[in-house]
């Protein structure tokens, strides 16, 4: 990265992991920045990030939109996000979701199943919805059963990531033809965990736990 006095650029801090900063001075081989809160920082070069000056108040709903793609970009895109209750953002066709910790009723209910079901994939706000109906489209199209991977560190919100995966799928699916069972117990009989449970033994329960939702064609 170029610098130049007066570049806009993300310093490391210790209480809030990044804090947007302003290039001052370069003193020896490193550089001087002043944060937002008016404090003076010295740095090295390579641990400065660029920061968009003009980035959207709101924040951008893919990552992709981002001008500069790097880790504080990207925390603070969804901290924008965040503060107005939009807690999915995609990065491309990978939806990431901010637990809101409190009850979002006006996400969940009928009318945005509604909304969601058939629509194009990036067409309407990123939601869970729409990587479940993409996966839904996709098995009913292709007829090939279709995995939806929900992966985060304990207390992401995976179980109700993939609670809601199947109340859209249960919604979408309906009951099928010669099976008594709705489409909610046939995806509980699949063992969603089983490719967790899997996993698990293998790799710490901290860094993958992963939830999996197999959307099969039956
Ligand atoms: N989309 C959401 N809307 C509202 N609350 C949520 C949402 N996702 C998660 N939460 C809240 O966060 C809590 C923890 O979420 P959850 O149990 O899904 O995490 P987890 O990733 O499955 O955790 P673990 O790996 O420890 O089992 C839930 O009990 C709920 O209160």
Known sequence: MSLRKGSNVWVEDKCSAWVAAQVTDFIGKQVQVVTEYGKKVLALPEKLYPRDEEADHGGVDDMTKLTYLNEPGVLDNLQRRYALNEIYTYTGSILIAVNPFTKLPHLYNVHMMEQYKGAPFGELSPHVFAVADASYR??????????????????????????????????????????????????LEQKCADLGDALVPRLPSTVINPCCVENKVL
Do not use: P, W
């Open 138 to 187: 996709a098995m009913m199209s292709e007829n090939q059963s279709q995995s939806i991977l929900v992966s985060g560190e304990s207390g992401a919100g995976k179980t109700e990531t993939t609670k809601l995966i199947m109340q859209y799928l249960t919604y979408v699916g309906g009951r099928a033809a010669a099976d008594d069972r709705t489409v909610e117990q046939q995806v």
